[in-house]
C-alpha cells in the first residue's frame, strides 16, 4: 500500500518520540510499528492506523516549532 520512500519519508518526519506516542494513542504495539517503519508487511488496517496518527503526530509537531518560533522572534524583536 505505501512504497518505500513514502515509509521512509514518513519515518524521518516522525519526533524522537514518535513511535512510543503512536503506541499510546492507537493501542497497537511497538513491534507491529517498527515492522511498519521497515516496510515489512502488516495487516492493512494496522498500517492506516500508524500512517494516520503518524500524520497527525508529525503535523502537531510542525505548528509547535513554528508556534515557538514565532513566539522567540516576538521576544527577540520587542524594544525595552
Given at each position: ?40 508487511e ?9 500512517w ?24 527577540l524583536?520587542?524594544?525595552?
Amino acid at each position: 500500500m505505501f512504497t518505500r520512500e513514502e515509509v521512509k519519508a514518513f519515518k524521518d518526519e516522525l519526533p524522537l518520540k514518535g513511535i512510543q506516542m503512536i503506541k499510546s494513542r492507537t493501542g497497537i504495539s511497538r513491534p507491529t510499528i517498527y515492522k511498519f517503519l521497515e516496510g515489512e508487511e502488516i495487516r492493512l488496517h494496522l498500517a492506516e492506523k500508524i500512517w494516520k496518527e503518524g500524520w497527525l503526530i508529525i503535523q502537531e509537531m510542525k505548528e509547535k516549532r513554528a508556534e515557538l518560533k514565532r513566539h522567540a522572534e516576538d521576544v527577540l524583536n520587542k524594544e525595552y
